[in-house]
C-alpha cells in the first residue's frame, strides 16, 4: 500500500464509519478510523496464520497469565506492518499527525507491572520469531487503578478502559465454553465399572473469549491474545433473578487485583483464577481435537505455560478433562499433563507465593480439589522410598490445611525456570532446594528479555534513526548486532549525534512535565530515574534518603559546581499497602519542600509522575541518563525496566541484583555504578543477626543528618508518615538494609557526578549500553524458551534471527 492508496482508504473508511467529512473528524474519530483500517489489513494474515497452523498441525504454545500489560497498539501494529511511515506520511497530507490521533487509544492497564508487561514483550517476541503461539488471560473490565495525588497521597480512581470501545478485540460468541463452580461432586461407577463423576447444583458461568491480534513484525505471521469475559449462560438467566446474584457473574471478570507481588487469599481471586485455566484448557482441548490425533500426541502438538502460580489449576482441569471427559487413564492423563506444562517462577519474596486454603479449594471446586489430593497423596507414596520422609513431606502440596501452589506447580510440570541467573541460583540453593535435589532436570534459567520494537523503535525513533545511519538496519531482526555500534565509541561526531537524540527525549519529557505538573526542568540537567511499583523491597526510600543528603549538602554549599540533577519517579503503590503509600506522601512532599525552595539554583528538582504506566515508560525512558535499580540484592527476580533503560543509552546504577547482574557483566565495569552488598554479603548478615541499623544511626553523622530530617519539622507535612518512616529504619531495624547500603550509595552519585562533566566521556558510556542491550532483547528469551521448554521450531519464513553471541 503506497501513501496514495492510504489516503484514499482512509477518507472513505472515515465516510463509512461517520457520514461527514474526515477533516471535521474528533481525535478519538481520527484514531478509531486507523484502528478499524488496520485491523481490515491484517485480518486475512490473521486467519491464514490460524488455518495454517490447523493445516501443518504445528506444535503451538499457550501463554497462561493472570495480567498482559501490552500498552497502546496502533504504532505497534503499523510498526509490525512495517506501515509506519506510509501511515504517517499520508495522515500528514490529509493534515492529520499520528502522534496526535495515536492518543485517541486508551492503554490497557491489564497488568500490575513488570510480569504482566513481560507477558506482552513475550507475545510480540513469539509472533515476530514465527512461531506458533498465544496468549490466554482475563478480559478484566476495569484495569489497575487510576493513580491520582491528592495533597501528596495516593488516590485510586477507577480505570474504564472500555468506555468507548476496543478497536482491536473481537467477541467470538461461538468459541464460549462454561466453567462451573460450586456445587458438589459423587463419583458414580458407569456400565464398564469405571467411575464417572456427576455434578450436581453447580454454578454454571459462560466463558466469552476476546480475541486481540499478535501481529508479528515483518514475517506475515498473526497469533492470538485470548481474554476471557464472565457471562450468565444463554437460557440461564432465570436463574440469576436479582441484581446480586447477577452481580457475582459480573463480578469474576470485573477487576485486576491491584496487588503486585503480594498474596491475599481472596475467594474472588480463586474464581479469577480457575475461570481462565479452565476456560484456556477447555478451548485448547476442543481445538486439539480438531487435529484428530490420538492423546498420546497431545504433548507434541501443545505446550501450556503459566506466568507464576496464578493459573496452575490447568494443571488439575487438564488431568479432570482427561479423565472425567475423555476417558483416559490417571497414569495416561499424568503423563500427558507433566509433558504439556511448564511454569516460570518470578519472585522469591515469601508474602508473594500462593496458598490456599484447603476448605476454599474444596468448596468452590469439588472435583478439582479431589484431583490435587490424588496427586499429592501419589507423589508423598512415590518419592519417600527415594528421598525419605522428611523431604518428602517439605514438598507436599497439602501442607498446614493449605494447597501449596508452587509445588503443585513443579510437581505437575516438566519445567520450572527462574527470570535471571541469580534468581534461578537462589531457587535451586535456596527457596526451592529440596525439589531441586528431587527433580534436578526440571530447573532451567531463562533470563528475561523485553522488545525493541517498544522500547526503541516506537519509543525512540530519534535514536532508531540514528542507529540505521551508523550500523545500518540489522539489529532490528537480529539485536545481538546491536554490538557493531562499539566500533564508534570514540567518534566524535556520533558521540555527539547520540547527545543531541538524548536531548531532543528529554525536552519532550520536559515538556510533559511543564504543561501537566508545572514544574520547570532543565533538559542538560541529569535525568535521574526510578520506574517501578513502589514495594519496601526495592528501595525508592533510598532513593528519597540521597535526595535529602544532597539537598542538605547544597543547602550548606550553594556555590557546589555538582551538575544539575531531576529525580524522576514513577511508581503505583497497592491500595492496601500502608508502608507504600507512606514511601509516596513523603517523596511528594519532599519534591514539594525542594522544587520550591529557590536557595538551590535549581540544582535538584523531583517529579514524581503520576499514573505511571506503559504510556509514560515510553516517554520517559528514550529521556533518561541514569536507571535506578536499588533493590536489596537478592529480593528482586529479574527486574526489565534496567533493559529498557540500558537500551535508550542509560548508565544503571545498581545493586548487583536480578538481571542487572547480567547487564553488569555484558556491559563491563567501566560502564555502570555498582553499590551495596551482594547477595552472598546479604545472607552472611542475615545469619550472623549482627545487623543494628540503630547504631548506624547513632554514629554516622550523614545518615544520622538525613534521618533525623524525617522527624525534626525539615519537611513539611510529614510529621506522622516521617516518624513512622523513620522507626521502620531504626527502631525495627531498617529490614531491607538501607543504611548498610547508604554510603555506598552517595559514593555511586558522586562518581557519576563527575562522569557526567564530561560529557564526551558520558557519551561514550551512553553508547556502551546501547552497544550491550542486544542480549536483552525477548526475541532471544523466546527464542531459549521455544527451543529448550516448548521444544518448538520458528516458522520457515523467519529463520532470520542470528544465534547469540
Ligand atoms: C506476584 C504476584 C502477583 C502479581 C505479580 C507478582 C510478581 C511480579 N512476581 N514477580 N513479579 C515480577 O516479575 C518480573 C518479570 O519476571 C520481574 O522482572 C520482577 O523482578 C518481579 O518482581
Redesign the pocket.
Known amino acids: 500500500m503506497d501513501v496514495n492508496q492510504f489516503k484514499e482508504r482512509y477518507v472513505k473508511k472515515f465516510e463509512e464509519m461517520y457520514a461527514f467529512d474526515y477533516k471535521e473528524g474528533s481525535i478519538r474519530e481520527q484514531f478509531l478510523t486507523l484502528g478499524y483500517l488496520i485491523k481490515n489489513m491484517y485480518a486475512p494474515e490473521w486467519r491464514q496464520t490460524s488455518d495454517t497452523y490447523l493445516e501443518n498441525k504445528s506444535k503451538q504454545v499457550f501463554y497462561f497469565s ?2 498482559f500489560l501490552p500498552g497502546t497498539m496502533l504504532k505497534s501494529n503499523l510498526l509490525n506492518l512495517g506501515l509506519l511511515d506510509t501511515v504517517s506520511d499520508g495522515l500528514k497530507e490529509l493534515g492529520l499527525n499520528l502522534d496526535e490521533v495515536a492518543t485517541g487509544e486508551m492503554d490497557p492497564a491489564l497488568g ?4 504482566g ?2 507477558a506482552a514483550c513475550f507475545m510480540d517476541s513469539i509472533a515476530s520469531n514465527g512461531l506458533a503461539g498465544h496468549g490466554n488471560g482475563i478480559r478484566y473490565q476495569y484495569g489497575l487503578f487510576k493513580q491520582k495525588f491528592i495533597d501528596g497521597n495516593q488516590i485510586e480512581l477507577p480505570e474504564n478502559w472500555l468506555r468507548n470501545g476496543n478497536v482491536w478485540e473481537v467477541r467470538r460468541e461461538n468459541k464460549a465454553v462454561t466453567v462451573r463452580f460450586g456445587g458438589h461432586v459423587t463419583l458414580d461407577e458407569d456400565e464398564n465399572g469405571v467411575k464417572r463423576p456427576e455434578y450436581h447444583n453447580t454454578m454454571n458461568i459462560l466463558a466469552v473469549p476476546y480475541d486481540t491480534a499478535q501481529v508479528g513484525y515483518d514475517n506475515g505471521v498473526v497469533n492470538n491474545l485470548r481474554l476471557w469475559s464472565a457471562e450468565i449462560p444463554y437460557g440461564e438467566e432465570y436463574l440469576y433473578p436479582t441484581d446480586e446474584a447477577r452481580d457475582q457473574v459480573k463480578q469474576i471478570t470485573e477487576y485486576l ?1 491491584p ?5 491475599e487469599g481472596r475467594m474472588l481471586r480463586l474464581k479469577q483464577e480457575y475461570f481462565f485455566s479452565s476456560a484456556g484448557v477447555q478451548s485448547i482441548i476442543r481445538y486439539y481435537k480438531k487435529m484428530d490425533l490420538d492423546w498420546s500426541f497431545f504433548p507434541d502438538k501443545i505446550a501450556m505455560h503459566i506466568n ?1 502460580t ?1 493459573p496452575t489449576l490447568v494443571i488439575p482441569e487438564l488431568m479432570r478433562i482427561l479423565m472425567d471427559e475423555e476417558g483416559l487413564s490417571w497414569e495416561q492423563a499424568w503423563e500427558i499433563t507433566k509433558k504439556t506444562v511448564s511454569y ?1 517462577n ?2 522469591i ?1 515469601q508474602e ?1 507465593l500462593e496458598r490456599w486454603p484447603v476448605d476454599m479449594i474444596a468448596q468452590l471446586l469439588p472435583r478439582i480439589y479431589q484431583i490435587i489430593v490424588e496427586i499429592n497423596r501419589r507423589h508423598i507414596e512415590k518419592k519417600i522410598p527415594l528421598y525419605g520422609e522428611d523431604l518428602t513431606y517439605r514438598t507436599a502440596i497439602i501442607d498446614h490445611g493449605q494447597i501449596q501452589m508452587a509445588n503443585l506447580a513443579i510437581i505437575g510440570s516438566h519445567s520450572i525456570n527462574g ?1 535471571a541467573k541469580l ?1 534461578t541460583d537462589i531457587l535451586m540453593n535456596q527457596t526451592l532446594h529440596d525439589f531441586y535435589l528431587m527433580y534436578p532436570n526440571k530447573f532451567n534459567n531463562k533470563t ?1 528479555g523485553v522488545t525493541m520494537r517498544r522500547w526503541v523503535q516506537i519509543s525512540n525513533p530519534g535514536l532508531t534513526a540514528l542507529l540505521d545511519d551508523v550500523i545500518g538496519t540489522k539489529w532490528k531482526k537480529a539485536p545481538n548486532e546491536l554490538v557493531v555500534l562499539k566500533a564508534f565509541a570514540n567518534d566524535k561526531d556520533v558521540l555527539k549525534r547520540l547527545d543531541e537524540v538524548k536531548l531532543n527525549n528529554k525536552k519532550k519529557f520536559a515538556k510533559y512535565v511543564q504543561e501537566e505538573m508545572g514544574i520547570t526542568i532543565d533538559p542538560t540537567a541529569i535525568f535521574d530515574v526510578q520506574i517501578k511499583r513502589l514495594h519496601a523491597y526495592k528501595r525508592q526510600l533510598l532513593n528519597v534518603l540521597h535526595i535529602l543528603d544532597r539537598y542538605s549538602f547544597i543547602k550548606e554549599n550553594p556555590n557546589t559546581d555538582i551538575p544539575k540533577r531531576v529525580f524522576i519517579f514513577g511508581a503505583k503503590a497497592a491500595p492496601s499497602y500502608h508502608y507504600a503509600k507512606q514511601i509516596i506522601k513523603l517523596i511528594n512532599e519532599v519534591a514539594n519542600m525542594i522544587n520550591n525552595d529557590d536557595s538551590i539554583n535549581d540544582l535538584i528538582k523531583v517529579v514524581f509522575v503520576e499514573n505511571y504506566g506503559v504510556s509514560l515508560a515510553e516517554l520517559i525512558i528514550p529521556a533518561a541518563d541514569i536507571s535506578e535499580q536499588i533493590s536489596l540484592a537478592g529480593k ?5 525496566s534496567n533493559m529498557k533503560l540500558m537500551a535508550n543509552g542509560a548508565l544503571t546504577l545498581a545493586t548487583m541484583d ?2 542487572t547482574v547480567e547487564i553488569h557483566d555484558y556491559v563491563g565495569k567501566d560502564y555502570i555504578y555498582i553499590f551495596g552488598m551482594t547477595n552472598d554479603e546479604v545472607q552472611t548478615l542475615n545469619e550472623n543477626r549482627t545487623y543494628h541499623s540503630r547504631h548506624l544511626y547513632e554514629t554516622n553523622p550523614r545518615i544520622n543528618k538525613v534521618l533525623n530530617m524525617l522527624v525534626d519539622g525539615s519537611i513539611p507535612n510529614t510529621e506522622e508518615i516521617g516518624q513512622d518512616i523513620f522507626d521502620s529504619l531504626v527502631k525495627y531495624n531498617d529490614e531491607y538494609y538501607l543504611l548498610q547500603d547508604f554510603d555506598s550509595y552517595i559514593e555511586a552519585h558522586k562518581r557519576a557526578d563527575t562522569d557526567f562533566k564530561d560529557r564526551m566521556k558520558w557519551n561514550k558510556k551512553a553508547l556502551m549500553n546501547i552497544a550491550n542491550a542486544g542480549p536483552f532483547s525477548a526475541d532471544y528469551t523466546i527464542h531459549r524458551y521455544a527451543d529448550e521448554i516448548w521444544k518448538m521450531k520458528p516458522g520457515e519464513e523467519n529463520i532470520l534471527l542470528q544465534p547469540e553471541a
Request: hydrophobic fraction near 25%; proline fraction near 0%.
Open positions: 493472570m495480567e500490575n507491572g513488570g510480569l508487561r513481560l487485583y496487588d503486585d507481588s503480594n498474596y507464576d496464578h516460570t518470578h519472585t519474596l508473594a527470570v534468581h528475561n528482586e527476580a529479574s527486574g526489565t536480578g538481571a
